[in-house]
């Protein structure tokens, strides 16, 4: 059985192959996002510190949004779900950090917890199709050309990763807890 920490994050594999390995790092990151969103109210995860206007749950909104745009919109292949379609992108390139704002953290905490949970789908729907290979089969990106489920994977230990950065900031100045 995987260990879990003090916060109920359950570690990566240490001798786990290679998907393994990609998708215990991918939800490690996700459930320290998971962590450092917790507990907060409503006005605290609306918190900025200037001069940056970013907030935890313009955060949590904006990865709803980026596990939409990898997982189902590239990888699955599909358009892009609302409320990310009827949004005019080029009029408000930060729609999804500024709305959140008008968001519960109820909300927001269910918007990403509910886009997570459709990238795991899309996953394991593609390892059931493709098995190993999928790691390497390519699916269009509308800007960048074809893009690996590997590459994917590890965009997004990244993406989860230099934002978990701001959201440990973000949360040591709301109420001083930090950590890793």
Same mark, same amino acid.
């Given at each position: 059985?995987?260990?879990?920490?003090?916060?109920?994050?359950?570690? !990566?594999?240490?001798?786990?192959?290679?998907? $393994?390995?990609?998708?215990?790092? +991918?939800?490690?990151?996700?459930?320290? +996002?998971?962590?450092?969103?917790?507990?907060? #109210?409503?006005?605290?995860?609306?918190?900025? @510190? !200037?001069?940056? #206007?970013?907030?935890?749950?313009?955060?949590?909104?904006?990865?709803?949004?980026?596990?939409?745009?990898?997982?189902? %919109?590239?990888?699955?292949?599909? !358009? %892009?779900?609302?409320?990310?379609?009827?949004?005019?992108?080029? =009029? /408000?390139?930060?729609?999804?950090?500024?709305?959140? =704002?008008?968001?519960?953290?109820?909300?927001?905490? #269910?918007?990403?917890?509910? %886009?997570?949970?459709?990238?795991?789908?899309?996953? $394991? %729907?593609?390892?059931?199709? /493709?098995?190993?290979?999928?790691?390497?089969?390519?699916?269009?990106?509308?800007?960048?050309? !074809?893009?690996?489920?590997?590459? @994917?994977?590890?965009?997004? @230990?990244?993406?989860? =990763?230099?934002?978990?950065? /701001?959201?440990?900031?973000?949360?040591?100045?709301?109420?001083? =807890?930090?950590?890793?």
């Amino acid at each position: 059985m995987a260990e879990t920490d003090e916060h109920g994050r359950v570690e !990566p594999p240490q001798d786990g192959d290679e998907l $393994a390995t990609l998708l215990g790092f +991918l939800d490690y990151q996700r459930a320290t +996002l998971a962590w450092k969103c917790s507990g907060l #109210s409503d006005g605290q995860l609306r918190v900025a @510190i !200037p001069p940056s #206007s970013l907030t935890l749950g313009g955060l949590l909104k904006h990865m709803a949004l980026v596990e939409d745009n990898w997982f189902s %919109r590239v990888l699955a292949e599909q !358009p %892009r779900p609302e409320p990310w379609a009827s949004v005019d992108w080029a =009029a /408000h390139p930060d729609w999804e950090l500024t709305s959140a =704002a008008a968001d519960t953290g109820e909300t927001l905490r #269910s918007l990403w917890a509910a %886009r997570v949970e459709a990238s795991r789908v899309v996953v $394991a %729907r593609e390892l059931e199709q /493709h098995g190993p290979a999928a790691l390497g089969r390519t699916h269009p990106h509308p800007h960048h050309g !074809p893009m690996s489920m590997r590459w @994917i994977l590890v965009h997004m @230990i990244e993406e989860y =990763a230099r934002h978990n950065g /701001h959201a440990d900031f973000l949360r040591e100045s709301i109420d001083g =807890a930090t950590g890793e």
